[in-house]
């Protein structure tokens, strides 16, 4: 089959932005991926999770692999892009193109490091905002992600409530509980106990990849449930014998050490600290009923009372442990409160928060009903 | 019971008021939420286990939870409908004093169908052939039924006594296609029932 070739463009915003802390930058990049036309009722706006970027979907002209979230977008796909058009931009504070800690700080001409300032999840969707405004997009059909990307999904239908028809969250939460934030922060900690790190400071030296490929290790064991990890890895053993036995032998051990390996060389430590930061304070009730919510000149956040006519679907996973069907149920609750129309289904399944990667068929059919009927 | 959801819908169509708020659990395909939405201009949700059932309900654009109703409704505020209807559902619950309820917890009013186990033509069964009727069991044999739960009107009338629930109104179907407000012998010729319940 012929591939269709994407490339991500960069937005230059030559102004202040102003964060959810306070603090201001003083000029961002945007990375973003636009596949299709916008019209007035057309356009979706993907969101993605932690380790994502603006490429979801068709392939750049030098990979082999297409975008993170190609099984679900294109031609006759979940998001299909002979009807939509499709708009997905990498995270502030990411590293995939959009300015984040290992962007050039113009007032030092050196990489920020931790003297990036602390973003939120709102920072993000203000970001998308300028972004969409810039393409001239002024209402969404549907804006939708999973984990991080849900998180988004939401704080973006509650703050700009007047450009979107309808969200769709899949295995996220309205916020962290403690056991997701003491696996972030362990994660973290990995990343901080590397000598290399450097207080943040190591873009002139080698990166602290120890630490970063063990918080993505620690990652990957919460997105996959027990029974797929026993059933795919089991107690198997390559390279038994071996003159030091603390080398990985087990499978499972292989599996993580090349999880983390191949994930140093696409990601930034720093970013997967201010990110995963962002995720722990990201609590959607709170910021959407805190006065703060209508601050700054511009920002056009909507009246709660825009959400009535609008509609949601939330999504879980059965054997997601991380972000489970319970928190997923709590959303639906609050929407419902809200007077959003919100829908919610539970797809059975082994493979654990993975799954909205990866258990695309009945996925599918429930994104494609979804957004047939609006 | 097939008859049952479909002749029912009628009689729920015309209890329930204009711009009422709808629970449907066991909505199935969420036909009935349909009609009453394209109908009565009804705020309408539907509650339903199973996975290809939800996808025809967002395809209607009906809003639909994917929920064991045996599990509760404990994701519904207090009163927040003014009907909750529970259609052919009753018998396949397993809890369902739980349930009923929990259906006047979340709503004013109590929309519930039953198929009468004490019908004539049920006992003629059970004495000639020694089983219980495909007409009770629904679909499937004894052991993959989703009927479990054989109620007769009495017994039915008792269990509302009992939780201090009040009927509101009551529709009767006869053989025939005929259907009473005040039927005789009750317990024997009712085929089926629907009934319009509220907290006393």
């Given at each position: 089959?012929?591939?269709?070739?994407?490339?991500?463009e960069i937005?230059h915003i030559?102004r202040p932005?102003?964060?959810?802390?306070?603090?201001?930058l003083?000029e961002?990049d945007?990375?973003y991926?636009?596949?299709?036309?916008?019209?007035?009722?057309?356009v979706?706006?993907i969101?993605?999770?932690?380790s994502g970027?603006?490429?979801?979907?068709f392939?750049?002209?030098?990979?082999?692999?297409?975008?993170?979230?190609?099984?679900?977008?294109?031609p006759?796909?979940?998001?299909?892009?002979?009807?939509?058009?499709i708009v997905?931009?990498?995270?502030?504070?990411?590293?995939?193109?959009t300015?984040?800690?290992a962007?050039?700080?113009p007032?030092?001409?050196?990489?920020y490091?931790?003297?990036f300032p602390?973003?939120?999840i709102?920072?993000m969707?203000?970001?998308?905002?300028t972004?969409l405004?810039?393409?001239?997009i002024?209402?969404l059909?549907c804006?939708a992600g999973g984990?991080?990307?849900?998180?988004?999904a939401m704080?973006?239908f509650?703050d700009?409530?007047?450009?979107?028809?309808?969200?769709i969250c899949i295995?996220?939460?309205l916020?962290?509980?403690a056991?997701?934030?003491?696996?972030?922060?362990?994660?973290?900690?990995?990343?901080?106990?590397?000598?290399?790190?450097?207080?943040?400071?190591y873009?002139?030296?080698?990166?602290?990849?120890?630490?970063?490929?063990?918080?993505?290790?620690?990652?990957h064991?919460?997105?996959?449930?027990?029974n797929?990890?026993?059933?795919?890895?089991?107690r198997?053993?390559?390279?038994?014998?071996?003159?030091n036995?603390?080398?990985?032998?087990?499978?499972?051990?292989?599996y993580?050490?090349?999880?983390g390996?191949?994930?140093?060389?696409?990601f930034?430590?720093n970013?997967?600290?201010?990110?995963?930061?962002?995720?722990d304070?990201?609590?959607?009730?709170?910021?959407?009923?805190?006065?703060?919510?209508?601050?700054?000149?511009?920002?056009?956040r909507?009246?709660i009372?825009?959400?009535?006519?609008?509609?949601?679907?939330?999504?879980?996973?059965?054997?997601d442990w991380l972000?489970p069907?319970s928190?997923?149920r709590?959303?639906?609750?609050?929407?419902?409160a809200?007077?959003?129309?919100?829908?919610y289904?539970?797809?059975?399944?082994?493979?654990?928060?993975?799954a909205?990667?990866?258990?695309?068929g009945?996925?599918?059919?429930?994104?494609?009903?979804?957004?047939?009927s609006m | 019971?097939?008859?049952?959801?479909t002749?029912n819908?009628?009689?729920?169509?015309?209890?329930?008021?204009?711009?009422a708020?709808?629970?449907d659990?066991?909505?199935?395909d969420?036909?009935?939420?349909?009609?009453?939405?394209?109908h009565?201009?009804?705020?309408?949700?539907?509650?339903?286990i199973?996975?290809?059932?939800?996808?025809?309900?967002l395809?209607?654009?009906?809003?639909?939870?994917?929920t064991?109703?045996?599990?509760?409704?404990?994701?519904?505020?207090?009163?927040?409908?003014?009907y909750?209807v529970l259609n052919?559902?009753?018998?396949a619950?397993h809890?369902?004093?739980k349930v009923?309820?929990?259906?006047?917890?979340?709503?004013?009013?109590?929309?519930?169908?039953?198929?009468?186990f004490?019908?004539?033509?049920n006992?003629m069964?059970?004495?000639?052939?020694?089983?219980v009727?495909?007409?009770i069991?629904?679909?499937g044999?004894?052991?993959?039924t989703?009927?479990?739960?054989?109620?007769?009107?009495?017994?039915?009338?008792?269990?509302?006594n009992?939780?201090?629930?009040?009927?509101m109104d009551?529709r009767?179907?006869?053989?025939?296609?005929?259907?009473?407000i005040?039927?005789?012998?009750?317990?024997?010729?009712?085929?089926?029932?629907?009934?319009?319940l509220?907290?006393?």
């Open positions: 089959m012929e591939r269709t070739l994407t490339r991500t937005l030559d932005f102003k964060l959810d802390c306070g603090e201001t003083p961002m945007i990375a991926e636009l596949y299709g036309t916008p019209s007035n009722d057309n979706i706006l969101e993605h999770a932690l970027d603006a490429h979801a979907a392939y750049h002209s030098d990979e082999d692999k297409p975008g993170w979230w190609d099984a679900m977008i294109g006759g796909k979940a998001f299909d892009t002979d009807r939509y058009c997905c931009s990498n995270v502030l504070g990411g590293c995939k193109g300015t984040g800690p962007s050039i700080n007032a030092t001409g050196k990489p490091g931790l003297d602390p973003i939120s709102r920072d969707v203000d970001v998308q905002r972004l405004s810039h393409l001239g002024e209402s059909k804006i984990s991080m990307g849900g998180m988004q704080q973006f509650c700009y409530s007047k450009l979107c028809a309808s969200f295995a996220s939460a916020k962290h509980s056991q997701q934030i003491a696996f972030n922060e362990v994660g973290r900690r990995a990343i901080m106990a590397d000598p290399r790190w450097n207080e943040g400071r873009y002139e030296k080698v990166s602290p990849e120890a630490g970063l490929s063990v918080a993505r290790m620690i990652g064991i919460t997105y996959m449930s027990e797929l990890m026993q059933e795919k890895f089991g198997s053993r390559k390279d038994r014998h071996t003159s036995i603390f080398r990985p032998t087990f499978e499972i051990e292989h993580l050490d090349y999880q390996i191949a994930f140093v060389k696409r930034d430590a970013s997967y600290l201010y990110i995963t930061n962002a995720i304070n990201f609590d959607l009730i709170t910021s959407i009923s805190s006065s703060g919510r209508t601050r700054g000149v511009g920002r056009g909507g009246d009372r825009d959400l009535r006519p609008k509609k949601g679907l939330v999504i879980t996973f059965t054997s972000y069907p928190q997923g709590e959303i639906v609750k609050i929407f419902n809200l007077n959003v129309q919100t829908s289904t539970q797809i059975n399944t082994e493979h654990g928060h993975d909205f990667l990866t258990d695309v009945t996925q599918t059919e429930i994104v494609r009903g979804f957004l047939a | 019971m097939s008859t049952l959801v002749r819908h009628a009689i729920i169509e015309a209890w329930v008021n204009n711009g708020r709808v629970l659990l066991g909505c199935g969420g036909t009935l939420l349909d009609t009453l939405i394209r009565k201009k009804v705020n309408g949700l539907g509650v339903e199973d996975q290809d059932k939800i996808i025809s309900c395809k209607k654009g009906i809003c639909v939870h994917q064991d109703i045996d599990q509760g409704l404990s994701n519904l505020d207090d009163m927040s409908f003014d909750v052919a559902t009753l018998q619950i809890k369902p004093y009923m309820d929990e259906m006047l917890r979340v709503g004013r009013f109590a929309i519930i169908s039953i198929s009468n004490g019908y004539v033509h006992r069964h059970v004495l000639t052939h020694g089983q009727s495909e007409h069991r629904f679909t044999d004894w052991h993959d989703p009927v479990i739960r054989f109620v007769s009107i009495t017994e039915f009338m008792r269990s509302l009992d939780m201090g629930i009040a009927m009551a009767y179907f006869l053989p025939f296609g005929r259907i009473f005040h039927p005789p012998f009750k317990d024997l010729l009712v085929k089926e029932a629907l009934f319009r509220s907290r006393g």
